[in-house]
């Protein structure tokens, strides 16, 4: 059974830094994502990281964000830097098995001014 569990969200102040992390398990996965939906608008595509490391982030990211993960721990990471309210959302990980998407609960992140 594919799991996905995010964690290290919260209140943090513009400016600062937040860590997420995503701990996969039941499978196998290759492309694994960010995803992010604030409030009133639709989720969109943070970053993306192929098991073998290649990389991709939004524009409004870059620059502020690093994705990255450990195959052996079956974990991914986002480093969140600089952060700016307009980055408050909901944040998902996100999984491939194959074409099939996988998807966790989410994990709050509030970004004060």
């Known amino acids: 059974q594919v799991q996905l569990v995010e964690s290290g969200g919260g209140l943090v102040q513009a400016g600062g830094s937040r860590r997420l992390s995503c701990a996969a398990s039941?499978?196998?996965?290759?492309?694994m994502a960010w995803y992010r939906r604030a409030p009133g608008k639709q989720r969109e595509l943070v970053a993306a990281?192929?098991?073998?490391?290649?990389?991709n982030y939004a524009d409004s990211v870059k620059g502020r964000f690093t994705i990255s993960r450990d195959n052996a721990k079956n974990m991914m990471y986002l480093q969140m830097n600089s952060l700016k309210p307009e980055d408050t959302a909901v944040y998902y990980c996100?999984?491939?098995?194959?074409?099939?998407?996988?998807w966790g609960q989410g994990t709050q992140v509030t970004v004060s001014s």
């Open positions: 039941g499978s196998i996965f290759s492309t």
């Open positions: 996100n999984a491939l098995v194959g074409l099939s998407p996988y």
């Open positions: 990281v192929t098991r073998g490391g290649s990389t």
